[in-house]
């Protein structure tokens, strides 16, 4: 059986799972922040470093929203 996570994606496909840019993601490359291999325009993105960079900012985004209602609740 093929572990799917392990499939090395292009930049477009792992920015279309991210749903953000290619350009925004290449950023985001360049910054170190999703691990790849290959330079330039031969870029290409394990699909297990997208979900675990996926997994990671949508739960820095579940803390802050927390943190805004927590914020919000002390003004009531």
Known sequence: MIDMRDEELTTQQAADLLNVSRSYLTGLLDKGEVAHAGTGDDRRIKARD???????????????????????????
């Open 50 to 76: 997208v979900y675990t960079y996926k997994a990671e900012r949508d739960a820095n985004r579940a803390r802050a929203l927390d943190q805004l209602i927590a914020d919000d609740a002390d003004f009531l």
